[in-house]
């Protein structure tokens, strides 16, 4: 069975730093490209960023780059989104995504406020 399962969500301050982390099990996890996506309430869900199965290429919706780094410990079956100058615009339940697989987590909420 392939899950993901997202940690690490809170509540930060504008310009404050978060790391969000999804654990993957279930499937040769190195080999997979891994995307983080987010839901805001009352927008459609939307891409924030991927990374490819070695780490070597990260991608970022351009709402992001510059501020969010994505990166992956394949030893750890992990891929982690940094989240740096956080704008209350970053507000949302963001989720993990194994696109080979179709497969989501169950995401973890990121409010950011004052």
């Known amino acids: 069975q392939v899950q993901l399962v997202e940690s690490g969500g809170g509540l930060v301050q504008p310009g404050g730093s978060l790391r969000l982390s999804c654990a993957a099990s279930?499937?040769?996890?190195?080999?997979?490209?891994m995307n983080w996506y987010r839901q805001a309430p009352g927008k459609e869900r939307e891409f924030v960023a991927r990374?490819?199965?070695?780490?070597?290429?990260?991608n970022y919706a351009d709402s992001v780059k510059g501020r969010f780094t994505i990166s992956r410990d394949n030893a750890k079956n992990t891929v982690y989104l940094q989240m740096n100058s956080l704008k209350p615009e970053d507000t949302a339940l963001y989720y993990c995504?194994?696109?080979?697989?179709?497969?989501w987590g169950q995401g973890t909420q990121v409010t950011v406020s004052s």
């Open positions: 990374i490819s199965n070695s780490g070597s290429t990260t």
């Open positions: 995504n194994a696109p080979a697989w179709a497969r």
């Open positions: 279930g499937f040769t996890f190195r080999s997979y490209v």
